[in-house]
């Protein structure tokens, strides 16, 4: 007879990702990312960090930058990453990420993180501050995934060259030293809405945008929600359906589609005969009603610090004993003296 039980924990595959804390999540990331990851906590073992240590290569306040981080850290909570069923810290928690960058910094080749687009186009945004981290931040993204052995990545268009990276150092570290590090392959979720800036949809939404019109925030309120839907970029057509020549229009779809699970031709039916109005008030709406329960359980959340203390501090241990395993084994074969 055979066994519907849930595999162990054991049996699961581990996903890991992170997410810097550098300002409140738009609806671009929880659509694109931080949504999926909430549905996908039955299936494997995830373990989700905030990227605080990646933070430092943009020069920011001392005291929003630690604010930012507890508000991260809350806000995964409030998109549903369950502390019961993942694993969720802060990564500068760990002083195991710290130590294994430099490990593989010292695996990594000066030309090839020259090579890293993501170094040419922040250094272009950035050129008063071209720091050694923004160069080496793929040596120590590399070290966040092999310390846990992580059999998936969630990759985006604009990582898949730091995966790659990820995966040459760790051949060229068990070549060199011994089999230790798994090899990471990419994880492609099922679902998930690449959304574009509402005021210039050939662009993505991005939390950096100037255009305070241009980006949602999860925590906005509904009637700024509604407000920003209303003057979101459409066209003159005045009908709803998708197409390349169409931007505005297929954005607001994309992310109507993704809140609402209808498909792009259900849409264009649902809104046939009918303005933008009605169909930007339509997707407005959708989002509001998606994003309320996030906005009140974060609120919560907020409200009670040793909660989230506590749980940042279980996180961090949990992580670090995992981690360590990976450390010393690493230091181990490249000739460290380790403490007895």
Known sequence: MENNAQKPAEEKKIILSGIQPTGVFTLGNYLGAVR???????????????ADLHSLTIQIDPAKRRQQTLQ?????????????????????H?????EMGWLMDCCSQFGELSRMTQFKDKSAKHPDNINAGLFTYPALMAGDILLYQADYVPVGADQTQHLEFCRDIA???NHAYGEIFKLPEGYFPKA????MSLQDPTSKMSKSDTNPKATISILDEEPVILKKFKSAVTDSEARVCYREDKP???N?????????GRTMDEITAEFEGKGYGDFKAAVGQSVADELRPIREKYAQLMQDRAYLESLMRDGAERATRIAAKTLTKAKKRVGLLLEK
């Open 36 to 50: 999926n990851w909430k549905t996908i906590q039955d299936e494997y073992r995830c373990y989700y960090f905030i």
């Open 72 to 92: 991260a850290f809350a806000l995964l909570l409030a998109c549903g990453i369950d502390p019961e069923k993942s694993l969720i810290f802060v990564q500068s």
């Open 94 to 98: 760990n002083p195991c990420h710290a």
């Open 171 to 173: 051949t060229r570290f």
């Open 192 to 195: 998930g809405a690449r959304v």
């Open 248 to 250: 505005g229009v297929s």
């Open 252 to 260: 607001l779809m994309t992310i109507y589609s993704a809140v609402t």
